[in-house]
């Protein structure tokens, strides 16, 4: 999530909401988003205008989910872990561990050196790393708000996630959540916001990006 403001300290200015893509205006899906700002502007001691010609602010709220990518990820493979190596370095080999059958009959009888006959056979096994792909999402929010004389622009924010749903009712909410985490923010700081939506009670944890 990024940052950017230059609103005055403690002030409580009157607002409007407004959406930031036009084709979303007037429908119940951004109304339902904006419900969720316009809370949250208010915990933070802001006064909704009672018409837009009243507010000292307008905050252009808007919301997007990608398109889908695959990314390729390895997990440990199951099973022996390979016959590799044979029957490892004859009778005097590293024992039954490890790698399956590849480690030997064990290290007490000595060596007699069955590897140039057996080794390297049946490498990788059961135990390879499986490679699958995942479908990820990538889900944003946007929010700017701007003085109303002027159009000066107060403060820009944008808050992000990647998961593998795009859902964006369930996923909205936790966006605006981190949005509005110590508000207004550090100007310029890119952070990384962690909560469980499940538990409100507790605290969410801030840190900038390394």
Known sequence: MARFNALPPQSAKSFVIEAGNPDKAGSLEFATYAALVRQQLLTNGFVEAATPSQAAVTVQF????????????????????????????????????????????????????????????WGGGWGAPEVYSVTQFTSQVAMKMYRSADKASVFEGRAETVSTSNNLPKLVPNLVTAMFTKFPGQSGETVRVRFDPTRPDRPATVRPTS
């Open 62 to 121: 808007d919301y997007n989910v990608g398109p889908p990518r695959e990314r390729i990820q390895t997990r440990p493979g199951t099973g022996f872990g390979g016959w590799g190596g044979g029957w490892g370095g004859g009778w005097g080999g590293a024992g039954w561990g490890g790698a399956g059958w590849g480690g030997g009959w064990g290290g007490r009888y000595g060596g007699y050196g069955w590897n140039p006959y057996w080794g390297g056979a």
